[in-house]
């Protein structure tokens, strides 16, 4: 098994990609403490997977949750092996202009401040460990998307921000890189699929931006997330892995 006896700590682990790499993390051997806000969504993961892992509700843009969150793994398992950085929000779909205060604010503390506050309060057990960090960004990051400036602006922070943590912490022996999906299908996307004016087409639409020519599911995001977090991967660090279906290739007839 890949990440046998490993301790991951992943948010947004109760739904979407994150509860797909729950089920990947824990098929590979891994113990995780999954931290999201929904308990519930948290242990019906959990009693799915099986084994004894740890339930953390937990808003991940909060420092005193985090903070805890880190703390109670550490208690619980005596360390951390891995962080991944999964939770997330797309929302709202909006030109920038049309983005509120209080939408941009949220934007910035799910994405972007929740992956400072994890490696603040995880970096010692991360050292201790030689461990790695794992970030979930999109492919969007690179190329923009059409009515979502401040969600891509995090996610390309994110990208910058992945590659500068990956420098800072190569001498304490710990990686850092990061996946990039396109579209994948979960709960999220079904809700962001409602609120674009092309909805009845969107399917079809997710389908054909993928030159292997289908929008996959979050299985596709786990198993790379579990060669990235795993030894296997022990001389890749600063890596922006794209799981995109070649979405990111270029014009096509």
């Known amino acids: 098994m890949l990440l046998k006896n490993k301790v991951i700590f992943l948010t947004g682990g109760s739904m979407g990609i994150g509860a797909e790499c729950a089920k990947a993390y824990a098929k590979e ?41 880190i703390e109670q793994t550490i208690a619980h398992f005596g360390r ?14 909006k030109a920038i202009h049309e983005t509120t205060t209080e939408e941009w604010d949220k934007l910035m503390n799910v994405n972007l401040k929740s992956v400072y506050l994890t490696t603040k309060y995880g970096f010692e057990a991360l050292k201790a460990s030689k461990g790695t960090i794992l970030n979930t960004s999109s492919l969007v990051a690179e190329i923009g998307q059409e009515l979502h400036a ?15 943590m990956a420098l800072d912490y190569a001498k304490f022996g710990i990686r850092v890189n990061a996946v990039a ?18 909805s009845t087409e969107i399917e079809n639409y997710l389908d054909k931006i993928h030159p292997l020519g289908y929008c996959p599911s979050g299985d596709v995001v786990a198993d790379a997330c579990v060669f990235l977090l795993s030894d296997k991967a022990r001389f890749i660090t600063g890596c922006i892995l794209p799981i995109s279906g070649g979405a990111e290739l270029g014009y096509r007839l």
């Open 29 to 69: 051997g891994a113990l995780l403490a999954i931290a999201a806000l929904d308990q519930a969504a948290i242990e019906t993961v959990i009693q799915e997977i099986g084994g004894a892992h740890l339930c953390l509700p937990c808003d991940v843009s909060d420092e005193v949750l985090v903070k805890d969150a």
């Open 80 to 93: 951390i092996d891995a962080i991944h950085n999964n939770a997330g929000i797309a929302y709202p779909s």
């Open 150 to 164: 401040a969600y891509s602006a995090t996610k390309g922070a994110m990208n910058t921000l992945t590659k500068s």
């Open 181 to 198: 999906p396109a579209g994948v299908w979960t709960p999220m996307l079904r809700d962001w699929s409602k609120e674009q004016p092309n």
